[in-house]
């Protein structure tokens, strides 16, 4: 008997999308993002947005003239990122992949990660190797920017909860964190449930 697909398996996602289970889809860019770079814009560079899903905020960076290479494992939501690009005529390059290769494919590449709703939607038991991940794909002193979301204790988000505590002991070793704040402007039904994070990528810790 074939195994049931897990959150790990690029299947899982692809079939939540396929049958309309993607209840985490703004159809826009988050509005905490566009409000924290019109408040502190990021050094120009090259982006990555892991688990992209359909491109709103990889889209949103490229505007603020960013490159931004966005990164997902179902082809199919690719194609569509790719099809909104396009319509907007917005310049962003999307890649299938796994975001667990990208330490291997893109070593100290990029100047900056945005992540939104990838940490909370990978095996929890993976968090630690997703931060490595991260750590890993920034060049020293990289920026992290992330807003963490479903914050706190209640099971569900897309899937899993994220808490606080964790997050900063994760992050500790390989980040200096530089802010971090409950934004004002999260989507209706998440007020108080995000939590944005700008961090630095620590120079002296191994690529
Ligand atoms: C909860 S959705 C959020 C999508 C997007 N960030 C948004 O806010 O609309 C999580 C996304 O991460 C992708 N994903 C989950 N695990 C992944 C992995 N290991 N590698 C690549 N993409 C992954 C899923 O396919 C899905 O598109």
Redesign the pocket.
């Known amino acids: 008997m074939t195994p049931e697909p897990t959150?790990?398996d690029?299947a899982f996602?692809q079939e939540l999308y396929a049958r309309g289970g993607d209840r985490?889809?703004?159809g826009r860019p988050?509005p905490s993002l566009e409000a924290h770079l019109a408040r502190h814009p990021l050094p120009v560079g090259l982006v990555a947005v892991?688990?992209?899903?359909?491109g709103?905020?990889a889209r949103l960076l490229a505007r603020h003239g960013h490159r931004v290479l966005g990164?997902?494992?179902?082809a199919e939501?690719l194609r569509t990122a790719r099809e909104l690009a396009a319509r907007d005529g917005v310049d962003v390059r999307f890649e299938e992949?796994?975001?667990?290769e990208l330490a291997a494919v893109y070593p100290t590449f990029f100047d900056g990660v945005w992540e939104?709703?990838?940490f909370?939607?990978?095996d929890p038991r993976r968090r630690a190797e997703y931060v490595d991940v991260l750590a890993r794909i920034l060049k020293p002193g990289g920026w992290l920017l992330a807003g963490f979301f479903p914050m706190g204790d209640q099971p569900g988000g897309?899937p899993f909860a994220v808490r606080e505590a964790e997050v900063r002991t994760l992050l500790a070793s390989r980040f200096e964190l530089l802010e971090d704040y409950v934004p004002s402007t999260s989507p209706q039904g998440r007020q108080g449930r995000e939590w944005m994070l700008l961090a630095h990528r620590q120079s002296d810790t191994p690529d």
């Open positions: 959150v790990n690029a996602w985490w889809e703004l988050n892991p688990g992209c899903g359909r709103h905020d990164f997902d494992f179902v939501t992949r796994d975001v667990f939104y709703t990838c909370c939607a990978i897309p």
